[in-house]
């Protein structure tokens, strides 16, 4: 909802893979309809600013079914996607969710339970995708040398947090905004 608040610019594409938990939903009297969503899938969605302001998506999205976004293939799977649908001259991948530093990251409780993505995986699943501006870990514990190596080679830079990061995760409308703002700048300063 943050991302679709952001002004909309048709140069700078803004796309989601995401799933919602319904053991979270269901803890505030929430099914997927709360959501915009008919179920729980993975869906992959482009935030192009249209369609009636409601929690969850505004637009059409891309029902993939119920996919363990704790698989390296599945975060491959999506930047392939992302980069064949939407190229662009940069590309910056945002990945919000729990983070354990070396532990791993990225939890999927509806395919995976409680388990995180190895941080080995991580390499796994960047290698083949292609070059990558900047990558931003929007989760807990993920600033430490070991995740420094293991994306060594994969992004030009790396955003993260040595401590916790707070529940709402990054202010995305204003990220958003800003990108829109200063699209032909170099990564480095983004």
Not at 17 to 24: G, I, K, L, N
Not at 69 to 84: G, S
Not at 115 to 143: E, N, Q, R, W, Y
């Amino acid at each position: 909802d943050e991302m679709e608040a952001a002004g909309f610019d048709p140069d700078v594409k803004v796309v989601v893979q995401a799933e919602f938990s319904p053991e979270e939903l269901r803890r505030v009297g929430c099914d997927a309809t709360c959501i915009n969503r008919p179920n729980f899938n993975t869906f992959r969605y482009a935030v192009r600013g249209e369609g009636a302001s409601v929690p969850g998506p505004n637009g059409p999205v891309e029902d993939i079914g119920n996919r363990n976004m704790t698989d390296p293939a599945q975060l491959t799977e999506f930047v392939d996607w992302a980069k064949t649908n939407y190229p662009a001259t940069h590309y910056a991948l945002i990945l919000w969710n729990h983070g354990g530093g070396y532990v791993g990251l990225l939890q999927d409780i509806t395919s995976a339970g409680h388990g995180l993505m190895a941080l080995d995986a991580l390499p796994t699943a960047l290698a083949s995708v292609g070059k990558i501006d900047l990558l931003d870990f929007d989760m807990c514990l993920m600033g430490g040398y070991e995740t420094l190596v293991k994306v060594q080679g994969l992004a030009d830079y790396a955003v993260f947090s040595e401590e916790v990061v707070p529940g709402e995760g990054n202010p995305y409308t204003q990220i958003i905004d800003a990108l829109q703002a200063t699209s032909d700048s170099d990564p480095r300063q983004i």
